[in-house]
């Protein structure tokens, strides 16, 4: 059974950093393309980051940009997104999640969500 | 980007009846080398993650009840539930992943009659 497990959030002050992590069980990590998307409280959702099968590629929506950076050690089976310079814009909730790139290609649909991680910017 | 818009922003069926949402995009995903859409839609039940519905604009994930299809091409696009069912009360969210960034839907809100 895929499973993904989202950790790392909390409250965190504007201007703060937090690293997210997700770790991934089931299926062979280094197989598939991951991205992370999320979901601001009471809102829709929003795509955030997206990494290659090696983590040799990635992706960012513009507003994140210069302040996230999305990793992964498939050797650990995880993925990670490091935030930093955090907005309060940024509350959400984060969700990892596989793209289904059997074929090798990352432009896929979502197949599989973990339950999320809340981030929540405030002073 | 590539906006998309849903309609409506939300629906009230009654059990047992059909519900259409529809889902127009800004430009055309259709990717002419393959003729495949690259569009798809996702259900949120309150409190849980978004779970994948249909993907390639009508091919039905595995496990998704055949209640649920999906049609269109092009930049319009509709997912049918043919009978609600109590279980089908979610935010429903069309996607495109023709290219970056990826962008989703503002969602729509299926309620009971």
């Known amino acids: 059974e895929v499973q993904l497990v989202e950790s790392g959030g909390g409250l965190v002050q504007p201007g703060g950093s937090l690293r997210l992590s997700c770790a991934a069980s089931?299926?062979?990590?280094?197989?598939?393309?991951m991205d992370w998307v999320r979901q601001a409280p009471g809102k829709g959702l929003m795509w955030v980051s997206h990494?290659?099968?090696?983590?040799?590629?990635?992706n960012y929506v513009d507003s994140v940009k210069g302040r996230f950076t999305i990793s992964r050690d498939n050797a650990k089976n995880t993925l990670y997104l490091q935030m930093n310079s955090l907005r309060p814009e940024d509350t959400a909730t984060y969700y990892c999640?596989?793209?289904?790139?059997?074929?090798?290609?990352?432009?896929?649909?979502?197949?599989?969500w973990g339950q999320g991680t809340l981030v929540t910017v405030s002073s | 980007d590539i906006v998309m818009t849903q309609s409506p922003d939300s629906l009230a069926v009654s059990l047992g009846e059909r519900a259409t949402i529809n889902c127009k995009s800004s430009?055309?995903?259709?990717?002419?080398?393959?003729?495949?859409?690259?569009f798809a839609w996702y259900q949120q039940r309150p409190g849980q993650p978004p779970k994948l519905l249909i993907y390639?604009?009508?091919t039905r994930e595995s496990g998704v009840p055949d209640r649920f299809s999906g049609s269109g091409s092009g930049t319009d696009f509709t997912l049918t539930i043919s009978s609600l069912q109590a279980e089908d009360v979610a935010v429903y969210y069309c996607?495109?992943?023709?290219?970056?960034?990826?962008?989703f839907g503002q969602g729509t809100k299926l309620e009971i009659k």
């Open positions: 089931g299926f062979t990590v280094s197989n598939y393309w």
């Open positions: 430009q055309s995903v259709l990717y002419n080398d393959n003729k495949m859409n690259y």
């Open positions: 390639w604009a009508s």
């Open positions: 999640v596989r793209v289904d790139s059997r074929d090798g290609s990352g432009y896929r649909h979502f197949d599989s």
């Open positions: 996607q495109q992943y023709y290219g970056f960034p990826y962008t």
């Open positions: 990494t290659n099968s090696d983590g040799t590629t990635t």
